[in-house]
C-alpha cells in the first residue's frame, strides 16, 4: 500500500481517516471598494475631504505632479462615489514620460485617512 503525501487527499486537510464531509473553507471575499468607486455599505451618510493627485517618480522619490481633485463629498448610505468620472471630467494630461502613481485618499473631518489608494503606471509615449 502506498504510504499518502501530506493533504493529498481530496479536501487538501491531512486527514485521511476523517469523515469525508468535511466542509471546504470558505473563500476570502473581494474587497467592494475599489480603486475607481467608494461605496457606502453603512447606515448613516459619511462626510469626506477627497484628494486625488498624480505623482511622479523623481530621483528614487515620489513628487507631487498634478493635483486632480481636492474636494469635500458626503455618501449616502446603499451608494457610491465613481472616482473614474470624477478624474475623467477633469481633463489630465501627462507631458512627460516616466514613472507616475495615482494616489488617492479621503479623510475624515480630523484629517485623519479614512481610506487610500495608490496604482502605479508608466508613460512610455505621448500624443502630438
Known amino acids: 500500500m502506498d504510504c499518502p ?7 487538501y486537510t491531512g486527514c485521511y481517516d476523517c469523515d469525508e464531509n468535511i466542509s471546504q473553507p470558505k473563500p476570502i471575499p473581494t474587497p467592494s ?6 461605496e457606502n455599505n453603512g447606515n ?16 528614487n522619490g515620489w513628487g ?19 472616482l473614474k468620472e470624477l ?3 477633469q481633463n489630465v494630461t501627462i507631458k ?5 502613481r495615482l ?3 479621503a479623510l ?6 479614512i481610506i487610500s489608494g495608490i496604482k502605479e503606471f508608466n508613460v512610455t509615449g505621448l500624443r502630438r
Not at 503525501?5 to 479536501?11: A, L, P, T, V, W
Not at 463629498?73 to 462615489?81: D, E, R
Not at 512627460?96 to 507616475?100: A, D
Not at 475624515?108 to 485617512?113: L, Y
Request: charged share 15%; no cysteine; net charge positive.
Open 5 to 11: 503525501k501530506f493533504q493529498h487527499d481530496i479536501s
Open 33 to 38: 471598494t475599489a480603486l475607481s468607486k467608494i
Open 44 to 59: 448613516t451618510s459619511v462626510n469626506f475631504t477627497l484628494l486625488i493627485k498624480i505623482q511622479k517618480l523623481v530621483d
Open 64 to 82: 507631487e505632479y498634478i493635483n486632480v481633485v481636492k474636494g469635500n463629498y458626503q455618501i449616502s448610505p446603499g451608494t457610491s462615489l465613481d
Open 87 to 89: 478624474f475623467n471630467n
Open 96 to 100: 512627460t514620460l516616466g514613472n507616475y
Open 103 to 105: 494616489n488617492v485618499t
Open 108 to 113: 475624515n473631518s480630523t484629517g485623519q485617512t
